[in-house]
């Protein structure tokens, strides 16, 4: 673990209050207002989230125990209490006018459009749910969604959490090898799919992926489940069954289980630095209370709001803040099938015209994008029903902040820059938009009940403007509980590289931050070996073993480089094996081989080939030294512990 490479040398001096209106209207309307929050939930959390479970969600049966935290880093949250979050989702909104406020408002990239109403969205998801049921799904099985951005992923989702079967949503973008991968992890019995969706004005072939995923040897997968969704020819087996003839018959009548609080709920995989994906498991109560307050508090949540989250269902971000966070509050919530394209490069300000879109929550990557288009698609749409902006997965840089909050916020909304991971389930690090100024480029302030810091190796606080390791320093109730089957993996990676001090265990996020004289933090970046390409997270080891899968390559190395639109692009370092010689066309099939096992969005922007790869003695690969020299910039550090200097050299001059 080097310490954190990506040096913050830009001190940003603006601040940018919430307007009196907007304060004056937001649940938490002032900077005291959040700092006693804060300090009360800081005092006693346990207090402060249990008042909140309370009043906020409806439990079966309540809990006889708030935290127990007797075994960590292993947390358990709200023991023995009975809740059921498609209950909370759908159910308790059913006795009042919410019944026929829109849940869903979805919009497919051709243009198509369908809404479904808190009591339209509760029958789809109690027949889907009596489907899983007919097709022998019970309470504990898992079940693999594989979907473009469709009502039905939502549905599929809810469906599950309905009668407690654990789903694990695939990314659509993923390639067989990368299902198959989590499908046979996550003992699927059930996968949902569609023949395909829309992307980017093409369609994605979903379904020929799980026929390929599933015929490269026995899984756990019994049926496939078909959404008919872009109505090209695909093959069906006896294992494959339409989803529309499915629903015809099902009942819509199905009761939620009362799930125990700890019971799982999700998988997600996630990458990290070293092997495969990890699955990363969030459990039910205390996950449901996390989204759900932090929807509420950080964007504001009103009746009449319309919230519109871009991620897709696939990601963390799809999960907490697209479906169950806005749901359990009974918000509206935008779906939308579409990417930012060319082709149409004022699509999403389309969507937020047509559908008078007031919050809008997306990635630093798409604002790029977007600015990259130009102002005039902005500009010429009715962008005057938003009230509120988000943005997640990266740091902003204060260019495109700026941007967002004069072209598209029209300097009156505020921007709230979250900070979270897959494995936190909820946002972290935010402003609450009516309390707290920001400042372009910082996630500023803990939520209430975050004991965020900055630390050293040993735990000890960092000094003001001093870079360090982001950490939390006690458990929440949306904290993952475990690698799924690999607990040794869950300590290590996240517990360990800061020993317990005291007894007190440490959350270590595997970001370098600083936190400035006002206590905002700056999160720089990645400390370990985790590409952020476009706001996803990819390890340098996944694109590394599917290189060397290829008969060609010897050794391969990969790291991050600067990118103007995606954050970091991929640059593979590659020797090759004795019989091949560089080449245009090799680079071009070593890219397109990656896209096989992974993912177009493992695509390496850059290939070189090299003789040898820059090693220390004890041969490990120097990932900062090919950093520096991917990113075209000085080597920088200590290079003493290099085995061979003369590889330096020669991957210099071959640059
Ligand atoms: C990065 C996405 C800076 C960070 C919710 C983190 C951010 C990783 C921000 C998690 C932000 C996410 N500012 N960096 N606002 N949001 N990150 O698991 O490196 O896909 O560790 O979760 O994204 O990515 P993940």
New binding site residues.
């Given amino acids: 673990m080097s310490q954190p490479t990506i040096e913050s040398i830009l001190q940003e001096e603006r601040l940018f209050p919430p307007t009196a209106e907007f304060s004056a209207q937001a649940r938490i309307k002032s900077l005291e207002e959040y700092k006693s929050l804060y300090d009360r939930a800081k005092a006693d959390p346990l207090k402060f989230w249990s008042e909140l479970a309370e009043q906020e969600l409806h439990w079966f049966q309540k809990w006889d125990t708030v935290l127990d935290w007797s075994n960590p880093p292993f947390a358990k949250w709200f023991v023995n209490g009975k809740i059921n979050l498609s209950y909370n989702c759908l159910d308790r909104h059913l006795d009042s006018d919410r019944r026929n406020k829109p849940a869903i408002v979805w919009e497919g990239e051709p243009g198509d459009s369908k809404t479904l109403t808190y009591a339209e969205l509760h029958q789809e998801v109690c027949k889907f749910a009596n489907v899983l049921k007919s097709l022998g799904v019970k309470k504990g099985d898992g079940v693999g969604i594989y979907m473009p951005m469709v009502p039905e992923a939502a549905i599929a989702m809810l469906a599950c959490a309905r009668i407690g079967a654990p789903h694990s949503v695939v990314f659509g973008g993923f390639s067989a090898e990368a299902l198959r991968d989590r499908l046979v992890d996550a003992e699927v019995k059930v996968v949902v799919t569609a023949d395909g969706g829309w992307r980017k004005d093409a369609i994605v072939p979903l379904k020929p992926q799980v026929d390929k995923a599933l015929a490269e040897g026995t899984t756990s997968v019994e049926k496939v489940v078909v959404v008919k969704r872009t109505a090209q020819d695909i093959a069906m087996s006896d294992r494959d069954l339409w989803w529309h003839d499915l629903i015809q018959d099902a009942s819509a009548d199905c009761p939620a289980e009362p799930m125990d609080s700890e019971d799982m709920l999700f998988i997600l995989y ?1 990458s990290g630095s070293t092997g495969k994906p990890k699955g990363v498991v969030h459990t039910t109560g205390g996950y449901n209370l996390y989204a759900h307050m932090t929807a509420q508090w950080i964007f504001d949540l009103q009746e009449n709001d319309v919230y519109w989250c871009t991620a897709d269902v696939g ?3 799809g999960h907490s803040y697209v479906v169950y966070g806005p749901l359990s509050n009974g918000a509206t919530t935008v779906m939308y099938e579409g990417a930012p394209r060319a082709s149409n490069p004022g699509c999403f300000w389309d969507v937020i015209e047509k559908h008078k879109v007031s919050i809008f929550y997306t990635a630093p990557t798409a604002i790029r994008a977007f600015i990259k288009m130009g102002d005039d698609h902005p500009n010429s749409r009715d962008l005057s029903s938003l009230r509120l902006l988000g ?6 840089n204060p260019e495109a902040w700026m941007w967002y909050h004069t072209i598209i916020g029209k300097e009156k909304c505020p921007i709230v ?7 936190t389930g909820g946002i972290m690090i935010t402003a609450l938009p009516g309390a707290i100024p920001t400042k372009p480029g910082s ?1 500023t302030l803990p939520f209430p009940g975050i004991l965020a810091d900055i630390v050293d190796l040993d735990g000890n606080s960092a000094g003001v403007n001093e870079g360090g390791y982001l950490a939390v320093r006690y458990p929440w109730p949306g904290m993952m509980r475990t690698v799924y089957k690999d607990p040794d993996r869950f300590r290590k990676t996240y517990w360990e590289h800061i020993p317990p001090q005291d007894g007190q265990y440490i959350y270590f ?3 370098g931050a600083r936190r400035d004289e006002d206590g905002y933090f700056w ?1 720089m ?2 400390v370990d070996d985790v590409i ?1 390409v476009a ?3 990819l390890g340098t080891m996944e694109v590394e073993s599917a290189l060397v899968s290829h008969p060609a390559v010897a050794e391969a190395a990969v790291v991050g480089k600067p990118d103007e639109i995606k954050g970091q692009d991929i640059v593979a370092f590659v020797t090759l094996e004795g019989t091949y010689q560089p080449s245009e066309d090799l680079a071009k099939e070593l890219k397109k081989h990656v896209v096989g096992e992974i993912g177009a969005i493992a695509r390496p922007g850059e290939i070189r080939f090299a003789d040898a790869l820059p090693k220390t003695r004890s041969g490990k690969i120097m990932r900062r030294l090919l950093r520096d020299l991917a990113a075209g910039v000085e080597i920088s550090g200590d290079t003493s512990t290099l085995e061979d200097r003369s590889v330096l050299e020669k991957l210099r001059e071959g640059a």
């Avoid at 820059?417 to 494995?423: F, S, V």
Wanted: proline share 4%; aromatic share 10%.
């Fill in positions: 996630t990601w963390i971000t943005t997640v997965g990266e740091p902003i820059d979250t900070w979270w991971q897959t494995e996630a996020a595997g970001d999160v970046g990645r952020n706001g996803h997270r």
